[in-house]
């Protein structure tokens, strides 16, 4: 499975966020998403998820060789600030997720089941979501990708909340549904990217650029990346 992004471009205005994007992203690969506060990462997750409407270009996605056009469904997207109906419980709303979603998920797959991989407790199950901490409320938004399984993941900065423990089990959750989904993950935590991403890439002007697999886990990793995101001409294209 590859998702290959084609000259997309967004602009507000007069201002050209996405000045012709190209990558391409494989199965299997847990990809970090780097770049300075406003350079377009969210934009770009918003063209690809079909908030926002591109002005240019094209996404593809090949699945076991048949390529056609991205389609909303194709993508989950985990926001960083997460949007969950707040009147309901934890196990109400994922209860009625499942029931709406029942073509697309594993019939055997019990709520109980899923619940259990997040470690969520029975008594935060049945509370309000209005009352949940920011982590538990990603957690819940993650459990929505495990019951559909999109293809493709988008992940807005969604590590940054948990405490150390959960973060340890969302990472491990994360390399584990790397075998079957495109995992883009946004983030400014350099440490976070090394440690859980298999590959990087950075936006800067508008472009999307691979940064040299080698520097991953070299010592000087954090100041090349520093140096990368000043200067995108030392990162080599895709
Ligand atoms: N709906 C909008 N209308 C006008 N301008 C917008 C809109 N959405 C984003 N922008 C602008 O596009 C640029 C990119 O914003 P975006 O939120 O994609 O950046 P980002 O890389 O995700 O930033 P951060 O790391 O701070 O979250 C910014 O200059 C922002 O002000």
Same mark, same amino acid.
């Given at each position: ?26 199965? %299997?690969?847990? &990809? ?7 350079? %377009?990462?969210?934009? *770009?997750?918003?063209?690809?998820? %079909? ?25 989950? &997207?985990?926001?960083? $600030? +997460? ?16 029931? #709406? ?15 259990? #991989? ?26 929505? *990708? $495990? #019951?559909?399984?999109? +293809?493709?993941? $988008? *992940?807005?900065? +969604? ?36 440690? *859980? ?5 950075? $936006? ?35």
């Amino acid at each position: 499975m590859q998702l290959t992004l084609d000259n997309i471009i967004k602009k507000f205005g007069d201002k050209e966020v996405l000045q012709g994007v190209e990558f391409r992203f494989q199965k %299997g690969k847990i &990809y970090g998403l780097l770049g300075r506060n406003g350079v %377009g990462k969210t934009t *770009l997750f918003n063209c690809l998820s %079909g908030e926002t409407k591109m002005d240019g270009g094209q996404a593809h996605l090949e699945v076991n060789g048949v390529v056609r056009e991205l389609r909303e469904e194709d993508v989950g &997207y985990v926001y960083s $600030l +997460p949007i969950l109906p707040e009147f309901l419980t934890g196990y109400e709303f994922i209860k009625f997720f499942m029931d #709406i979603n029942q073509d697309k998920r594993q019939p055997a797959t019990s709520i109980d089941t899923y619940f259990e #991989i997040l470690s969520m407790a029975k008594d935060d199950q049945h509370r309000l979501i209005k009352s949940y901490s920011h982590g538990m409320k990603n957690k819940i938004q993650m459990l929505l *990708l $495990l #019951i559909t399984k999109p +293809p493709i993941i $988008l *992940l807005d900065e +969604p590590l940054t909340s948990f405490d150390v423990i959960v973060a340890l089990e969302m990472k491990n959750m994360l390399r584990e549904m790397k075998r079957d989904h495109i995992l883009i993950f946004s983030t400014h935590i350099l440490q976070l990217a090394s440690d *859980l991403c298999d590959e990087l890439v950075v $936006l800067n002007n508008g472009r999307l650029s691979a940064v040299p697999a080698e520097l991953l886990h070299s010592p000087e990793f954090e100041q090349r990346i520093i140096h990368l995101l000043k200067d995108d001409h030392h990162a080599e294209n895709a």
